[in-house]
């Protein structure tokens, strides 16, 4: 049997931090054992002692935030944690990555993800654990999801000896920017990519417009248009997100620039979408160009690849095969005044859903193996 990757990024959505712990299980052969292993995983968990761990480590990681491909400090203390579980780990991957295994190394293997990178966001929420690091943070829960699948490993590590395959724990580098892992066919989130133009035009004083070439009227133009991609050429029951994020020009009130520098980002649930997002915005841009009497190139930023959707492969459910992705709420609106969406300064967790998703992590992988072995 080959092996794969099962992706528990447990996003940090803003949802009820509620869990039915047997949700997910109810349609596999495993029934009751089932159940029972994973009250016992979250029970584990929950324990006093063992909230503190987790607490502690996600506090570290928090204090210490990262960026893409820099995460030396935060792969440095996964591996002490580990080395404490006496859990082998093969280190360095992709510069700053490691692999942990569990069991045998026989197969079937199933695999734990968790992206470690922190965001340039300069943290404003004031709590004694705030982000020691100037104008960086984790404000998408990165240092929750490093956090959970430790404690998923302390879960799973004490029940080695009854694994009936190998766990792979996979920690992740430059999720953020770099589009991170690479998924497989099926759609529950959008993929998402960016572009930058530059509208050229010919600048001049303002007074006298008539003798520039306005590279702003432009750019008017083809934000407006850009926006039918959306609501003119898409069907509405297929989601797909265009916006334009900024505009540069130059800043004296009296001058009309020579160029003007643009761009956004752009969300689609199918690999053809982008492909279609991508031309029409380079024609829309191109010809507005073209009418003012400007030029214009246009920059998708390929150097960093597009994120592609995420896809949930539906046989997971029934502990078959394929790539998944399970949300996790970490909102508390009785302990916490202002809740903030994702990437905002203000962005914070309640600490309590750390153990339930250690305790996802390890049951899903756990119960996977036994339900293989019982197929066989």
């Not at 979250?42 to 502690?56: I, N, T, V």
């Not at 996979?170 to 572009?195: D, K, T």
């Not at 520098?261 to 024609?283: A, D, P, V």
Request: aromatic residues 8%; charged residues 20%; proline residues 5%.
């Amino acid at each position: 049997m080959g092996s794969f990757c099962i992706n528990l990024t447990l996003i940090l959505a803003l949802l009820s931090t509620s869990f039915r712990y047997n949700s997910w299980a109810v349609d596999t052969n495993l029934g009751s054992e089932t159940e029972s292993l994973t009250q016992e995983l979250l029970e584990s968990a929950r324990q006093p002692e063992f909230l503190d761990w987790l607490r502690r480590i996600r506090r570290r990681i928090h204090e210490k935030p990262e960026l893409s491909f820099e995460e030396y400090e935060t792969s440095q203390l996964i591996r002490n944690e580990l080395d404490s579980l006496d859990i082998k780990y093969l280190w360095p991957v992709a510069k700053t990555s490691l692999v942990g295994t569990i069991g045998s190394g026989a197969q079937p293997w199933f695999g734990l993800r968790a992206d470690m990178d922190a965001l340039p966001i300069q943290e404003l929420v004031d709590w004694e654990c705030k982000s020691k690091i100037n104008g960086k943070m984790h404000a998408y829960g990165h240092d929750a999801h490093v956090t959970m699948l430790l404690g998923a490993a302390r879960l799973i590590q004490n029940r080695k000896d009854k694994l009936k395959g190998t766990i792979k724990l996979v920690f992740q580098p430059a999720e953020e920017g770099y589009a991170g892992a690479s998924y497989i066919p099926g759609p529950i989130m959008a993929g998402s990519s960016r572009f930058t133009a530059i509208m050229q035009g010919k600048g001049g004083h303002a007074a006298i417009p008539h003798k520039t070439r306005d590279p702003i009227l432009a750019v008017s133009m083809a934000v407006l248009a850009l926006q039918q991609l959306v609501s003119r050429e898409t069907d509405p029951l297929e989601p797909r997100v265009l916006s334009v994020a900024f505009v540069d020009g130059d800043q004296a009130g009296n001058v009309i620039p020579a160029s003007v520098r643009f761009g956004g980002t752009f969300r689609f649930m199918t690999l053809e979408r982008y492909s279609y997002l991508k031309q029409r915005i380079k024609e829309i841009i191109d010809t507005r160009a073209c009418v003012h009497q400007c030029s214009a190139t246009v920059d998708f930023m390929e150097e960093m690849r597009p994120y592609p959707p995420t896809i949930n492969d539906p046989p997971i459910y029934d502990h078959k095969d394929g790539n998944c992705i399970f949300f996790i709420g970490t909102q508390n609106k009785t302990a916490t005044s202002a809740i903030k969406g994702l990437h905002s300064p203000h962005f914070t967790i309640d600490e309590e859903v750390l153990p339930i998703g250690a305790a996802l992590h390890a049951a899903v992988a756990i119960c996977y193996l036994d339900a293989h072995a019982n197929s066989k």
